[in-house]
Structure formats: structure tokens, C-alpha cells
């Protein structure tokens, strides 16, 4: 007979996973909650669990046979997960802390089910373990080339179709310019959501009907360009309903449904490939001619990793205490509503921001502006990001305007006086046609200004993860993080000399009146 309290240690160990599972969804609903647009990952979630629940029969089957291996798994969790909980408690649930803290705890569940039950359990569990990872969101590293090459892709093929039914096609970019009007791929319409939902479907599929490892990988593959194909036709669509209908048919509601109906038409044709590859059921693992191993070892096993997981508990309340603590000593903020209207000569406007690029970038707070007097107006976005929310993705000149269609015509960095220092701009001229546009731009961290190196950098591969060295290391007294970005952009006509020697005044004059509302910003002398 087992003793009461190996019993009690094996379901404490299992009820403290339960519990850091429902700190690992929480983390994830707080992202749901910033980006509305991942809120169906909570059904790849509750698949997940119902996959888990459904392997009990076959898990309760097999004999226990404990793996000391696992102890290692289970350790690396237990570790990693109240660090990673340490930094959500500073930085919120940016991606990087969601896959921490997603990845330690598949790692602890993991090494639990080899040292208590062996490698038979965790083949069990491979897949319902394995699919949460469909639920978080795609690191930028991964996320930006996919979704430039989605948008290229989709757009090729569009601007390749619509002339062939009928309706002539003008390519700027990433838009279709078409007689009733502009359509343009942006990059909720490159495929990305569809691409990361209908993968998540093909492995559902695969496991559902049975497929091995290689099998189910090939159809997770197979669908990406069947995806790509998919949005394509929805651009078309678009296209012809814009002409043929009016552009209320694409918008709104009605481009939603599309979407949706789009997405079932990918799901169609994931089957009917599942259906071409065909399935393979193994018949069912049966144990009843093996002898049944003693459970005593894992019994034993349970009480070993029920302490661990204990000390990972205790250790992650106190990481959340210390993260929190250290939080408000970094917290910084931005009344951009405090600067003035006239500055100088400049009188300004405000203008709403669009709620898609508020839902796009997801700051706390947006300036955005239009300053006139001298004969041209001037656009002028300030945005920030405080030191505990995400920056989501990551929008610069360069990529905005090339995918406009227009090209970098001029580029050069110049100093500007402010705050008592000195902001290095950049400044761009980007041409289109006759279509002639300045921009000048920055972005800081703190007090530093980025570097070209920073901004080519992120361009490529998404914000830098050098802050998780600072949040965890730091041996100098915290200071105030948060991120803003300035962007001032006007027509220029002639040699442009007096729009941007104007411009670059009134560069500094703004930057002057930032960094006195926000003085964490302002650079040093």
C-alpha cells in the first residue's frame, strides 16, 4: 500500500503545475487583453487542455516507469520560471517573458512526467505539451521577414489576377491602385493571423487523425502555402467587390466576414490535403502481457519533485514582489499633452489618431499634431511606450514609406540642441514620382538616443532583448526606460534648403518642450 503522504506529495506536485499553468494563461490573457487580434489563441489553449484530459485512459494504462533523466528538465524549469515571472512582474507580458515563462513551465511539466511516470507518459502528453506553444505570439525575429514576405507575396499575385478578371491594376508598394480606389495590403491583411491560426488547425488535424511526427510536420507545412494562396484570393476578392460594389464592401464588418470566410476556405483545403496524405492509426498501445512495475519509485519520485516545485512556487511569489518593487522605481511618464500649441511662430492642430494605429503599436500615449506659419505645415507624431508595457512590432520611416512605393532619395544625421544636450536626427527625403516628402526622426531609451546600428538592427529583427541583462543584472541605481519616438514630416518643392532648416528649428524647439515634460528623456550634456 502507498503511504498517505506520497499520495498527497504527487498531487501537490500536480496541483502546483495546475496552478503555474493558470499563471502561464494569465500572462497570456494579459496580452490577449493589449492585442485583441491573438484572442482566438484561447481556443488553441483549451484544445490543449481537452487533448491532455482525453489521454487519461492511456496514461492510467501504462505502467510507471520513472526516468531520473527527468529530474534535469524539472530542475531548468523550476528555476526559469520565477525569474521569468521576476521580469513579468516588471515588464508586463511582453513576447520574450511569455515564451520564458511558457518554455520553463513545458520543461518542469515535462521532467515531472518522466520522473514519475517515464518516456511512455511524456509520448502521451507530446502533443497536448507541444501545442501550447501555437498560443503565443511569433517572436519579431520570425514575425517581420514573414510578414514583408506575406505582403509581397500576396500582392504579387493579386496584381497578377485583378487585370486578368477585368479590372486594371496600378502596383505602389504594398498598394493596388485601382479606378474605384486605393487598396492597400497592410499588414493585418498580409496573412500573418491566418498563417499562425491555420498551422495551429493543421497540427490539430494531424494529431486528430492520427499522423506520426514526419507526417503531421509535412502538413503544418504544406498549409503555409496554401495560407499565402488563400489571402491572396481575398485581396482579389477585395478588389472586385471595391469595383464592382463600392468600397463600404470592404470595410468594416463586411472585411471581417471576409476574413473569416477565408480562413474556413484554408481550413477546407487543410483537410482535404490531410485526406490526400492520408491516415495512418497505429493500433492501441496495450501493456496487459507486461508486468506492472512497482509504483513505489514514483511515488517517491512525486515526493522529490513536489519539493522543487514548492521552492518554484515560493520563489516566484517573491519574484513577484521584487519585480513589482523594482517596477516602481523604473516607472517613467509622459504628459504629452503639456506641450504648447505655439511654439514660436508655429501654431498647431490636433488630429485624431487612427484606432488602427493605436491597436497597431499599442502605446500609452500618441502626440499627433500639425504645426503651420511659415508657409507649410508640419506633421508631427510623438508617441511613447512605458517602461512596463510592449512595444508591439516595430514601424520606421524606411519600411513605412517603401511600402508607398517611395524611395530614399536622401539620408543624413544631424545634431540638433535640446534638453541641455545634443539629439542626433535622421533625416530622410523620400521620393514618389514628383511627390517629394521630409522626414525627421528619432527614437530614445531613457536618456540614449538610438544608434543607426539600433535602428537597422531592429528594422531587421525586432527590438533588441538586451533590457532582460539590465532587469536581471543591474549594478547601477534603476532610472526611468520608457520609450519615445518623434517623427516630423512635411511636402518639400525646389532645392528644399529653407524647409529643412525650418523644419530642423522646429525639430528642436519641439524636442525642448519634450524633454521638459519628460525629463528622464531628456539626453545628457
Known amino acids: 500500500m502507498f503511504s498517505r503522504e506520497s499520495v498527497a506529495s504527487a498531487n501537490a506536485a500536480l496541483t502546483i503545475l495546475a496552478t503555474g499553468a493558470s499563471a502561464v494563461a494569465l500572462a497570456l490573457a494579459q496580452f490577449w487583453g493589449a492585442n485583441p487580434d491573438h484572442l482566438d489563441r484561447l481556443l488553441i489553449v483549451l484544445f490543449a487542455a481537452y487533448c491532455a484530459w482525453e489521454t487519461r485512459p492511456a496514461l492510467q494504462a501504462l505502467p510507471p516507469k520513472p526516468v531520473r533523466l527527468g529530474y534535469l528538465p524539472l530542475c531548468l524549469g523550476a528555476v526559469a520560471f520565477p525569474v521569468g515571472w521576476f521580469l513579468h512582474a516588471q515588464v508586463g507580458a511582453k513576447p520574450v517573458v511569455l515564451w520564458w515563462l511558457a518554455g520553463a513551465w513545458l520543461l518542469a511539466a515535462s521532467g515531472f512526467t518522466l520522473v514519475v511516470g517515464g518516456w511512455g507518459h511524456l509520448r502521451r502528453l507530446a502533443f497536448p505539451l507541444g501545442f501550447v506553444l501555437f498560443a503565443l505570439p511569433v517572436p519579431n525575429r520570425i514575425l517581420i521577414p514573414l510578414q514583408l514576405n506575406l505582403q509581397s507575396i500576396t500582392t504579387t499575385l493579386a496584381a497578377w489576377a485583378l487585370p486578368i478578371l477585368g479590372v486594371p491594376v496600378e502596383r505602389w508598394g504594398f498598394e493596388l491602385r485601382l479606378p474605384g480606389g486605393t487598396l492597400g495590403v497592410v499588414e493585418e491583411?498580409?496573412?500573418?493571423?491566418?498563417?499562425?491560426?491555420?498551422?495551429?488547425?493543421?497540427?490539430?488535424?494531424?494529431?486528430?487523425?492520427?499522423?506520426?511526427?514526419?507526417?503531421?510536420?509535412?502538413?503544418?507545412?504544406?498549409?503555409?502555402?496554401?495560407?499565402?494562396?488563400?489571402?491572396?484570393?481575398?485581396?482579389?476578392?477585395?478588389?472586385?467587390?471595391?469595383?464592382?460594389?463600392?468600397?463600404?464592401?470592404?470595410?468594416?464588418?463586411?472585411?471581417?466576414?471576409?476574413?473569416?470566410?477565408?480562413?474556413?476556405?484554408?481550413?477546407?483545403?487543410?483537410?482535404?490535403?490531410?485526406?490526400?496524405?492520408?491516415?495512418?492509426?497505429?493500433?492501441?498501445?496495450?501493456?496487459?502481457?507486461?508486468?506492472?512495475?512497482?509504483?513505489?519509485?514514483?511515488?517517491?519520485?512525486?515526493?522529490?519533485?513536489?519539493?522543487?516545485?514548492?521552492?518554484?512556487?515560493?520563489?516566484?511569489?517573491?519574484?513577484?514582489?521584487?519585480?513589482?518593487?523594482?517596477?516602481?522605481?523604473?516607472?517613467?511618464?509622459?504628459?504629452?499633452?503639456?506641450?504648447?500649441?505655439?511654439?514660436?511662430?508655429?501654431?498647431?492642430?490636433?488630429?485624431?489618431?487612427?484606432?488602427?494605429?493605436?491597436?497597431?503599436?499599442?502605446?500609452?500615449?500618441?502626440?499627433?499634431?500639425?504645426?503651420?506659419?511659415?508657409?507649410?505645415?508640419?506633421?508631427?507624431?510623438?508617441?511613447?511606450?512605458?517602461?512596463?508595457?510592449?512595444?508591439?512590432?516595430?514601424?520606421?520611416?524606411?519600411?513605412?514609406?517603401?511600402?508607398?512605393?517611395?524611395?530614399?532619395?536622401?539620408?543624413?544625421?544631424?545634431?540638433?540642441?535640446?534638453g541641455g544636450g545634443t539629439v542626433p536626427v535622421t533625416v530622410r527625403e523620400f521620393a514618389r514620382g514628383t511627390d517629394r516628402q521630409l522626414v525627421l526622426y528619432w527614437t530614445q531609451e531613457g536618456r540614449r538616443v538610438w544608434s543607426d546600428a539600433d535602428e537597422m538592427r531592429v528594422q531587421a529583427t525586432g527590438d533588441t532583448h538586451d533590457w532582460l541583462g539590465e532587469r536581471l543584472f543591474r549594478r547601477e541605481p534603476p532610472a526611468a526606460t520608457g520609450r519615445l519616438v518623434v517623427l516630423l514630416g512635411t511636402q518639400v518643392w525646389g532645392d528644399g534648403t529653407a524647409i529643412r532648416t525650418q523644419t530642423l528649428e522646429l525639430a528642436a524647439k519641439i524636442a525642448d518642450e519634450l524633454y521638459r515634460v519628460c525629463p528622464w528623456a531628456a539626453p545628457p550634456e
Open 189 to 418: 491583411c498580409s496573412g500573418v493571423r491566418s498563417v499562425t491560426a491555420l498551422t495551429a488547425i493543421a497540427a490539430l488535424v494531424a494529431f486528430s487523425r492520427g499522423f506520426r511526427f514526419a507526417r503531421g510536420l509535412l502538413l503544418v507545412l504544406a498549409s503555409i502555402p496554401l495560407i499565402a494562396a488563400v489571402n491572396a484570393v481575398r485581396v482579389v476578392i477585395s478588389g472586385l467587390l471595391q469595383e464592382y460594389a463600392g468600397q463600404d464592401f470592404v470595410r468594416g464588418h463586411r472585411h471581417e466576414a471576409l476574413g473569416i470566410a477565408m480562413i474556413l476556405l484554408g481550413l477546407g483545403f487543410i483537410l482535404g490535403l490531410a485526406r490526400l496524405l492520408g491516415s495512418k492509426q497505429g493500433a492501441p498501445i496495450t501493456h496487459a502481457d507486461e508486468p506492472q512495475a512497482s509504483a513505489t519509485p514514483a511515488l517517491r519520485a512525486g515526493v522529490g519533485s513536489a519539493l522543487l516545485l514548492a521552492c518554484a512556487a515560493v520563489a516566484t511569489v517573491a519574484g513577484q514582489f521584487l519585480g513589482a518593487g523594482a517596477e516602481r522605481e523604473l516607472a517613467a511618464t509622459a504628459p504629452l499633452e503639456q506641450i504648447p500649441h505655439e511654439i514660436g511662430r508655429w501654431k498647431a492642430t490636433n488630429l485624431d489618431v487612427p484606432a488602427e494605429i493605436s491597436g497597431m503599436l499599442t502605446p500609452d500615449g500618441i502626440l499627433r499634431r500639425v504645426y503651420a506659419d511659415l508657409g507649410y505645415e508640419v506633421h508631427v507624431w510623438v508617441i511613447y511606450w512605458s517602461s512596463t508595457n510592449m512595444v508591439k512590432g516595430y514601424h520606421h520611416p524606411d519600411v513605412c514609406w517603401a511600402n508607398r512605393d517611395y524611395t530614399l532619395a536622401r539620408r543624413e544625421r544631424l545634431p540638433i540642441a535640446a
